[in-house]
T-cell receptor
Framework: RKEVEQDPGPFNVPEGATVAFNCTYS??????FFWYRQDCRKEPKLLMS???SGNEDGRFTAQLNRASQYISLLIRDSKLSDSATYLC?????????FGQGTTLQVKP | GAGVSQSPSNKVTEKGKDVELRCDPI?????LYWYRQSLGQGLEFLIY????????KSGLPSDRFSAERTGGSVSTLTIQRTQQEDSAVYLC????????????FGQGTRLTVV
């Protein structure tokens, strides 16, 4: 079983749509949680940290459920510029563990 | 520069040759990570440094791969006797410490073994 699992997609949505990505992790001792974004042929960049209380950054909302070992990302009012691969990341004893990523394509 | 710097940006090598990839982390960042990404695939963890020591080498694919970090700064990833399956983008990242602080990535080294 992979340490961090994501549905690879692709998710094809029209502009303005709301889309949700999910991620599960296997190690209950995982310590910190993030969503990164990776554009085609570019390096990953931090999108947002994820907290149990849930956190929002503009159109993006992230949620962590420690009991279910589940992380989510909700994107509202999708823009063409949101097209990218979204990577779920957990840390354990300092090691950053990446999921395979979920590809989002936003169409006009 | 202020970001993570990797060199070379591109490397083409013949099968069987050794290659060295370099990573200059952000100044003051104690944690440094190496990943490998094949075309269309996710990030494969290779090794992690905290300071100069490597608490986790579990991702190194074979004994042809080694890495070191000196002075708590620059790291080199060495691949000996390269094989075609080693072709990938090798990404380096650094973070302030290993506690879960944001990691910043370099632009990667694209390695092609012919």
């Amino acid at each position: 079983r992979k340490e961090v699992e994501q549905d690879p997609g692709p998710f094809n949505v029209p502009e303005g749509a709301t889309v949700a990505f999910n991620c599960t992790y296997s190690n209950s001792a995982s310590q910190s949680f993030f969503w990164y974004r990776q554009d085609c042929r570019k390096e990953p960049k931090l999108l947002m940290s994820v907290y149990s209380s849930g956190n929002e950054d503009g159109r993006f909302t992230a949620q962590l459920n420690r009991a279910s070992q589940y992380i989510s990302l909700l994107i509202r009012d999708s823009k063409l510029s949101d097209s990218a691969t979204y990577l779920c990341v957990v840390t354990y004893t300092g090691k950053l563990i990446f999921g395979q990523g979920t590809t989002l394509q936003v169409k006009p | 520069g202020a970001g993570v710097s990797q060199s070379p940006s591109n490397k083409v090598t013949e099968k069987g040759k050794d290659v060295e990839l370099r990573c200059d982390p952000i100044s003051g960042h104690t944690a440094l990570y190496w990943y490998r990404q094949s075309l269309g695939q996710g990030l494969e963890f290779l090794i992690y440094f905290q300071g100069n020591s490597a608490p986790d080498k579990s991702g190194l694919p074979s004994d042809r791969f080694s890495a070191e970090r000196t002075g708590g700064s620059v790291s080199t990833l060495t691949i000996q006797r390269t094989q075609q399956e080693d072709s990938a983008v090798y990404l380096c990242a650094s973070s302030l410490d290993g506690s879960g602080a944001q990691a910043f990535f370099g632009q990667g080294t694209r390695l092609t073994v012919v």
